[in-house]
Structure formats: C-alpha cells, structure tokens
C-alpha cells in the first residue's frame, strides 16, 4: 500500500512555497497535517508535507491510486472534496489507507497546469471529524490556484535546464563537461546529442566531466552517465570523471559499469587539469 519513494523528482519551487502556506492552512482549518501529491504513473507520490503535532505523512512515499485519497479527488465532479470522518464514509472506510493512516478529517483539491493537465492534488488531513465550511473550502482553492502557477514556473525551469548543457573549453582539444541540477530523461538526450557533436566539431581528445553539482535523486543516471561515457570512448576521447557523488560513489551498478571502461577518476576539476597538466594559479591582487 505505501511504499518509500526513491526515484523524485524535485520541483523546488513547490516544495519552498507550500512549505510557508501548509502552516497557514493547517492554522486556518485547525487540522494537523497537509500534504502535496503528484501523480506518477498508477502511484500517488508525496512531494511535500506538513504535521503540525502529530506526525502523520511523511514526504518520501507513494501510495498506489486506486486506493489512494487523491482518486477521489481527482475523479470528483465537484472542485473539492470533504469528508468529515474517513472511517465512517462509506467511500472510504473500507480503504487499507485510511486504516494505515488513522485519520478522520479530510479535504483535498485538484492542483492542474494551465493546459487543464492534472499534477496532482492538494489535502489536508486531522484525526478528529471536522465539517468544512466554505470559507475553508475557498481557501483551499485559493492556495491550490497559487501552487498551480509555482508548478507552472518549476516545469519552465525544467526546460530552461534543458537547454543548458555547459562546455568549458580549455584548450586545443580539451574541455570540461560541468553538469548542475537534475537530469531527466529529455535533458539525457540534449546532453548526450549536444557533447558529441561538440567533440566532433572542436575535435576533442580529452573530456573531463565534472558531477560535484549534480542533485542525484536516482540510481537511473548511472546509466545515463554509462551511455554518454561509452559513447565518447568509442569516438576515442579520454575521459576524466570529478567530483562523484556519494549516492554514484556508493553504487554497485555504476562500478560495475565503468569496470571494463578506461575511465580515471578525480576529486575536482582541479586535480582533473593537474593530471592533464594543468595548474590553477591564483592571481595576486593589484596594489
């Protein structure tokens, strides 16, 4: 039923805004907890959380949808849904969640993109009955209306990341691959398609790419990282790995990977130009 969440994506702006606005609600509505959930494929991912005293919903699971909360919420006709006591509802006192939960008090509200595509939904929760007024429920669509514009925002972000890959060019043949940020499966594509061409184009010998800035939140990127390696080998570039994250570093999968590819590893890009020849000389300040 609920399951810990390994592979998340991180919408920043929406975990940082609902953060400041869970308190508000969870004040306004006198309830204990309220939470952000997306929907992702036929699961229904927590991507932030609030307990007010009791801690109830943690931000690091998922729970399968047909038998999550969430369903009814996204498939009511009506812009919210309420239930005073979730073990008393008929629609939802046989459910293993609510069970698991122990929580009586709910509302929950669709969070959509602009286009009318579904996110997920925005809930609050209490283990006392409590009856909503229509204030409350207003509210609730306000706050709702606001993340939908954050999520906006974070899904622009996303494709502004997409388009960046940087390439530092050191010298003739020699250049530094700086990855920041997430890498999903679109920004894999941009990443791998724009190096290649970048090393045909500049002829480039030597490739050291640096992950000290990655947000590592899945065990997929090894493999990602394995396709774009291989590939530069096989176009006979010697490539330089820095700054490994520990969540790589500590990987069976990506030892295993890199087990039979001539790759050298380093602690920075600076070690990495030290070994290529290089040395980082620090300018004296003028007088």
Known sequence: MISKVKDKTVYQ???DTSTKLFELLTKNLDVNSAYIAKK?????????SYNKVEFIIPDDIAVDYQESNCKLVLENNEPAKTVMNLMADEETKKRKITDELGVKAFI???????DGSNFGTLCLM????KTFTNEQVEMVQSIADV????IELDDLYEDIDLLSVPIIPISKGIAILALQGNVNDKRERKILEDTLNYTLSHKIS????????????????????????????????KVMLSGIPTALASSTRMRDQFQDLEVTFVRSIEDGLKKLGYQIVEREEEQ
């Open 13 to 15: 702006s929406l975990v």
């Open 40 to 48: 992702v494929g036929n699961k229904m991912t927590v991507i932030n």
């Open 108 to 114: 929950g509200v669709p969070l959509n993109r602009p």
């Open 126 to 129: 209490d283990k006392d009955e």
């Open 147 to 150: 993340l939908s514009y954050i």
């Open 206 to 237: 030597s490739f050291l790419i640096d992950l000290s800035e990655m947000q590592i939140s899945n065990y997929e990127f090894s493999d990602a990282l394995n396709r774009l390696v291989s590939a530069l080998k096989l176009m006979g570039v």
